[in-house]
């Protein structure tokens, strides 16, 4: 008996210290592979960013929700009736406390936005839309009706969500009064299970109120006007057309991946000519750069999908970007709780 169980104890162990060596290779593996070249060219102009200013906002919590009359704002991931104000011209700090209906919702799902003299708290599980001004920082509930899983307003009456309908997440406008939802059936394309294959980042361009869509897994952007009328598809200057990732279904019934997926582009931001992508891969001009101590930036025109430029911004405090966003001419990059302003240089002309 004590030899069964002691054989059957030696298996156990043998197949987790297995499955264990198993994983870490895995991830290596995806970890070479992200850091190798993937087959095009970046172009570099001299000092594209410059570092100006570094400001100290006190929590990793934070992220960009907007900007309104000189002052850049940011909502909170643990505090969603927090907000705080950064004035740019003075670089003074202003907290705010938003006053919120008593209502549950998920906190670490809520996201502030901020559209002109207009604030948004959107939370997509439970889901819930509220809706106030930046003078009176009081939020009324606007709609509990439709789930999504991102959200961006670009009206005080209209936002664009991301939304899954149970085959594959798919973008969609959202009117609250009267309550309207018009979705864009073939604006997203799904590659593998329809959810985790079509992770990116939404915006919203601030004055000419164009949607942009930015993979994650792959390289595709998309372009639409808030109708769906007029849409175009472009590409990253990398190579990477398909996800490359493997799923696996749970005995629960969930999906998670079997290893770590080849992220493409880790994060972006937009101006309402320029979207700028904080790529993931190496160039065949970078084969002698690491990075895992700098970020590229790439820049691609939004009139024409054009590729423009890159830039390299090093981690600041061994921390790599969480968020980036664009206020004129200074790029303004999150690195945990150390907000790093830098001015952007572009060339007269573009590469040709």
Known sequence: MKTSLKKTLLLILSTLGLATITMIALFQITTLNRHQAQGFVRYYPPHLFSPDTIIDVGYNSYYPAGYYRDTLYFGNTTDPSHMLGLALTTLDTIHNQLTLPNIPFSIGNARLYVLENQLFLTEGHTPLILSGTVKERTLYVMDTLSY??????????????KI??????RLARKQLQPS?????????????????????????????????YVYRYRNTIVLSDTTFTHTQTYHTIDTITKVQMELV???NHQTKFAK????????????DSI?????????????????????????????????????????HNRQSISYLYIVGQQLYALFGSDLVCYTIHLPQQPPL
């Open 148 to 161: 999504f899983q991102q959200a961006k307003p670009y009206s005080s009456n209209h936002l664009m969500l």
């Open 164 to 169: 899954y309908d149970g085959s594959q997440s």
């Open 180 to 212: 309207n939802i018009k979705t864009a059936p073939h604006l997203l394309t799904k590659q593998q299970d329809g959810l985790f294959d079509m992770d990116g980042q939404l915006h919203i361009t601030p004055t000419t109120r164009q949607l942009v």
């Open 249 to 251: 279904k749970l005995p």
């Open 260 to 271: 770590p997926p080849l992220v493409v582009n880790k994060n972006s931001a937009v101006t």
């Open 275 to 315: 979207l700028f992508v904080h790529s993931a891969l190496k160039s065949n001009n970078e084969e002698h750069m690491s990075l895992t101590s700098l970020s590229v930036i790439d820049l691609y025109d939004l009139n024409n999908g054009h590729y423009l430029y890159s830039g390299y911004i090093p981690n």
